[in-house]
């Protein structure tokens, strides 16, 4: 991991006005996530966690405050140019995999590389990288199924392998696992685990589940739209399949030496985690 802030947040804020009613959906919020890091954003439904991950993605724009994602103000940018960043970038994991019923995994994979103007990767090139993101991921022998011919856990594979394919710096995850089955649920986010420490990617991962936040880097609890907790995990320096990240100082700590560091209201925490379970 490294200390170079990659996705910088200073006093966000957005407010959603229906017509017949005000939403403040981020009321002032700072987050710093470091290049290399994997977080996760917890919280009650309604916190804000998923309008915090279209913010600093530059899928929604923000109301006040500065988003800059490896040094770049989003809100310079035009809708082009943001969508073109976006595509070169950052690649995004959902819950309900979003994947087009009428191709196979290889075309679905390859989307994002043939709609990306300015890439101009050729479509036997994009084939290539699809099917290397897929063997990735453990699908190589299933490029040519469809996803209704794939299993849950199958398809969110085909679906980080379309983040992946890329290879963003960034990638945004809201609720990967939250449609998939305990066991699925650990095999998801070992495999991510596993591509974050690898390949170094920054991963902000948005969930409901204490044991995926436990095996982040850190944990970033949200309530009523501002971040009330910041928490390091032990994840941080920990294995995962008998790999270690190569961040551990020899001792069993993180690169600053603790094992554990505690930003703001921790107090908070059983409380978000009764409300964030319900």
């Not at 996530?33 to 977080?39: F, L, N, S, Y």
């Not at 591509?195 to 920054?202: F, I, V």
């Not at 094992?259 to 409300?275: H, R, W």
Request: charged letters at 25%; proline letters at 3%.
């Amino acid at each position: 991991m490294s200390d170079t802030i990659i996705i910088r947040a200073k006093d966000v804020q957005k407010t959603y006005n229906t017509g017949k009613v005000i939403v403040q959906a981020l009321r002032g919020l700072d987050l710093e996530v470091k290049q290399g890091e994997m977080v996760a954003i917890m919280g009650p439904s309604g916190c804000g966690k998923t309008t915090l991950l279209n913010s600093l993605s530059g899928l929604d724009a923000i109301d006040e405050g500065i988003i800059e994602i490896d040094g770049r103000n989003l809100a310079k940018m035009s809708d082009k140019e943001r969508t073109a960043y976006r595509a070169a970038n950052m690649g995004f994991v959902f819950q309900f995999y979003n994947l087009l019923p009428v191709l196979t995994a290889a075309e679905n994979v390859e989307m994002p590389l043939l709609l990306d103007y300015k890439s101009r990767i050729k479509p036997k090139e994009a084939r290539k990288m699809a099917h290397e993101a897929l063997a990735a991921v453990g699908l190589a022998d299933q490029v040519d199924q469809r996803p209704t011919e794939l299993s849950g856990g199958q398809q969110q594979r085909v679906t980080i392998a379309r983040a992946l394919v890329n290879k963003p710096a960034i990638v945004w995850a809201d609720e990967p696992t939250g449609d998939l089955d305990s066991t699925t649920s650990q095999e998801i986010m070992d495999l991510m685990r596993r591509l974050n420490r690898e390949n170094g990617q920054t991963f902000v991962i948005v969930t409901h589940s204490q044991e995926i936040g436990d095996q982040c880097d850190r944990i970033v609890w949200m309530k009523d739209g501002v971040v009330v907790s910041d928490t390091q995990t032990q994840s941080a320096a920990a294995p995962v399949n008998g790999h270690s990240n190569g961040h551990t100082n020899g001792n069993g700590h993180n690169g600053n030496g603790h094992s554990k560091e505690v930003i703001t209201n921790e107090a908070l925490i059983p409380e978000l985690q009764t409300m964030s379970a319900n």
